[in-house]
């Protein structure tokens, strides 16, 4: 069985689909595979790398997508290279399925069995699968080193001859995977660290981690069976912005993490907010890339507001592209050993298991996830 892997062409991109270790391993279970050169390069594993782990490089990238039985990619395809893939292949990636509703008609109209890794369900079983968690863990780590490198403050207390320095106030809101790294990160730097999040459950988890958390009383909130967050009340928001407005002022650094699974992100940060925060304070938007949780943010750009910077870099995980290689990679041959034959040296896409059927979005001709045919929002 082929395993093709081509280089990332999204702009900026720095991560690898696969690694070297990973590579070996995949060849190690019998599979044939072969990265286009240059996969690594960015990431900081050379073609050699590859090449020692027992992949083939490939220059012609048309002919390495058109061979491959399994194609593994991080970021969706480009809409164009789609066709040239094997009718009966199986493309493995981050594909955001909801809102790429042509590009997923193209997988089912090539017959191409395609895997959404955001739609790996959360279960104990799939946890060394979940690309969201894996990335969005760094991600929250790169939110609080950029909040550290823009502001004009230190963040840990200092008490020296010359005076004591107060440590610097975090706020962080929105408590799942990056905004529990957040906090992690920005206590060991020694910051005093106040956390928010919609979900209940979180208090515990903020408290545990020696962050204060802040209560609003929202009435009924919830979360979805896989632990998302949903959706507010126009109600529900305006009370939770009132709650917020006075942490933020506090604040020297906001970091807002809150997503909700599916839809656009919440804005959360408002104007208002802006205006009450201090001149040299920082407000990292995590959520930049599925529309901002911060009012007047700007796409993979830092904006200053009177004077308080607006950071919307996007793809924080690329900034510590080895180690978001490393456990995306990870990710994806997890997903790889758990369906591998070994006796035939093959990927079984068993369509009545839970973790294809959560994941699987097209597959003979048809798109087949019923999170897309029963809720297309
Ligand atoms: P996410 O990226 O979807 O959202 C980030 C956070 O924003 C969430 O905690 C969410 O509750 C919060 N949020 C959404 N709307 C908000 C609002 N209006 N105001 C404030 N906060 C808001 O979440 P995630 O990081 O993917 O994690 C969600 C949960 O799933 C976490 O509890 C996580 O630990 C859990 N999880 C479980 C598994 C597993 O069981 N295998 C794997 C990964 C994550």
């Not at 595979?33 to 590859?50: C, K, N, Q, R, S």
């Not at 760094?138 to 020296?160: D, H």
């Not at 068993?350 to 048809?366: M, Q, R």
Request: with cysteine.
């Amino acid at each position: 069985m082929k395993i093709s892997v081509p280089k990332e062409t999204h702009p900026g991109e720095t991560r690898a689909p696969l690694t070297p270790d990973s590579t070996a391993k995949l060849v190690k279970l019998g599979a044939q595979v072969e990265v286009e050169a240059g996969v690594g390069l960015a990431a900081g594993f050379p073609d050699d790398a590859y090449a020692k782990a027992g992949a083939t490089i490939a220059i012609d990238r048309r002919a390495l997508i058109g061979s491959g039985d399994i194609v593994l990619r991080l970021r969706k395809p480009p809409v164009e290279e789609i066709a040239l893939l094997k009718s009966g292949s199986i493309h493995v990636s981050l594909l955001d399925p909801f809102n790429e509703k042509e590009l997923v008609q193209k997988f089912a109209e090539h017959g191409v069995s395609a895997i959404s890794m955001e739609f790996i369900p959360r279960t104990t079983r799939a946890q060394k699968m979940d690309v969201l968690s894996s990335q969005a863990n760094l991600g929250g780590y790169e939110a609080v080193i950029l909040a550290a490198r823009y502001s004009n403050k230190i963040f840990p207390m200092m008490t020296t001859a010359a005076g004591t320095i107060l440590p610097s106030k975090v706020f962080i809101i929105g408590v799942g995977v990056a905004g529990l790294q957040a906090i992690a990160t920005a206590k060991r730097l020694g910051a005093k660290v106040t956390a928010y999040d919609t979900r209940p459950v979180v208090e515990e988890q903020v408290k545990s981690l020696a962050a204060q958390f802040l209560k609003i009383d929202l009435g009924e909130t919830g979360q979805t069976k896989d632990g998302y967050a949903k959706a507010l009340t126009e109600e529900q928001i305006q009370k939770q912005r009132q709650a917020m407005n006075k942490t933020c002022g506090d604040s020297d650094v906001v970091i807002t993490t809150a997503q909700v699974f599916g839809r656009k992100a919440p804005v959360l940060v408002t104007a208002e907010m802006l205006n009450a925060m201090k001149p040299g304070s920082v407000v990292i938007d995590m959520a930049v890339e599925t529309g901002g949780n911060v009012e007047g943010v700007v796409y993979d750009q830092v904006t200053d507001r009177n004077g308080v910077k607006i950071v919307g870099i996007a793809n924080l995980p690329g900034r510590a592209p080895l180690h978001a290689s490393q456990v995306y990679s990870a990710n994806l041959l997890a997903l790889v050993e758990e369906f591998w034959d070994k006796q035939n040296k093959t990927f079984v896409l068993k369509l009545d298991d839970e973790i294809i059927k959560g994941c699987l979005v097209t597959h003979g001709g048809k798109i087949v996830n019923e999170k897309l045919i029963a809720k297309p929002n």
